[in-house]
């Protein structure tokens, strides 16, 4: 990319006090001045933030499913991109579904992606009526929720009776299915006090049942979303694509338990990732759309991938320490790259009306 060609192009960044350690807006702007763009860092929740961006000719803002950024990020992009007709990441296409499992499932539905088998009900008694007929264990999920939370194994027909009737009355409050279940030992301080908060606040639940600080805040009901139970997968795939560029690791299972999201066990070995899993990352990508995306993939029972979820954003590290990645041709390009510097890269292209990204 030519730096005079992108001198004039000017991209408002979301900063604030308050961003997480791992977010990615200090890189996109690092990157994007590193390219000649002016960056117009501001706070987009701002009460005047649609004046502050006026003119400029892209936005950016890394969000994350928190309760404050999921309800503030998707109305403020919205406006920006749908009404000023500013280039925003993560786009309409890229963000639309972000953290929530059932719009992910329409999406497969429509696109005919290769997913997991998935039934969603809205009605109590047509949920009723599939829990007395279906194999188990089968997998229930709430909509929302990262890390493997909000997600348990059902083997049996009594607790999808319960679970039934909770979603369909009272509700589920998120992260307190399986928020407080170790996922592995804590690695350093930050983690340990962190595991010692959780154990503080789920004390804390059982005593007088005040609400531990969760990542959701919206009660979940009137709905059931259930998964095929897929055996025998010691681990996910997941790929991340940016623009051209796929990423891929493997993240095994944590022990004793048949989920991988969030176990922080990690396998970056090239040659475990099967090209099929890029091929329709590559694929899915490309005819949505998207900006950004990861995919976790499993094996079904005759040993085809099923894509089980999907995210716009994600642990930057993990990507990062990819020894390299595959462009759209299945070509391998050696050496690593922070995926905020690709982001940065590709929407600085698209914003100056290079497509080729």
Request: overall charge negative; glycine content about 6%; charged content about 25%.
């Amino acid at each position: 990319m030519q730096v005079e060609a992108a001198a004039k192009v000017e991209i408002a960044v979301h900063s604030a006090p308050d961003l997480a350690e791992d977010n990615y807006a200090p890189r996109w702007i690092e990157t994007l001045e590193s390219l000649g763009a002016k960056v117009r860092v501001c706070d987009f929740r701002a009460p005047d933030i649609i004046d502050q961006v006026r003119g400029v000719d892209g936005a950016m803002w890394h969000f994350y499913h928190s309760p404050r950024e999921r309800q503030a990020a998707p109305m403020i992009l919205n406006a920006m991109e749908t009404v000023l007709g500013i280039p925003v990441f993560p786009n309409l296409v890229t963000r639309w579904h972000y953290d929530e499992k059932i719009a992910q499932h329409y999406l497969f539905e429509s696109m005919g992606v290769p997913a997991v088998k998935t039934w969603i009900f809205w009605d109590h008694n047509t949920a009723a009526r599939f829990v007395e007929t279906c194999s188990y264990p089968v997998i229930f999920k709430l909509s929302s929720g990262a890390g493997s939370s909000n997600v348990l194994k059902i083997d049996s027909r009594e607790v999808a009776r319960a679970l039934v009737m909770r979603m369909f009355h009272r509700g589920v409050q998120p992260s307190t299915l399986n928020e407080y279940t170790p996922k592995r030992l804590p690695r350093s301080r930050a983690e340990i006090r962190a595991w010692l908060r959780r154990g503080a606040d789920a004390a804390r639940y059982l005593v007088t049942g005040e609400l531990p600080p969760v990542l959701h805040h919206h009660i979940q009901k009137q709905y059931i979303y259930l998964q095929e139970y897929l055996p025998d997968n010691p681990y996910d795939i997941r790929i991340t694509v940016i623009g051209n560029r796929a990423f891929g690791f493997r993240r095994q299972n944590r022990p004793g338990d048949f989920r991988a999201s969030g176990s922080g066990i990690i396998d970056w070995d090239a040659e475990q990732i099967p090209e099929q899993a890029v091929r329709i990352a590559h694929a899915v990508s490309r005819d949505c759309g998207f900006q950004s995306m990861a995919y976790d993939f499993l094996f079904d029972s005759l040993g085809e991938l099923r894509v089980s979820e999907i995210s716009y954003c994600f642990l930057n590290q993990a990507v990062f320490e990819c020894p390299g990645h595959w462009d759209r041709d299945l070509v391998w390009h050696s050496g690593q790259i922070w995926p905020e510097r690709a982001q940065a890269e590709d929407f600085l292209c698209r914003v100056r009306g290079e497509h080729g990204v």
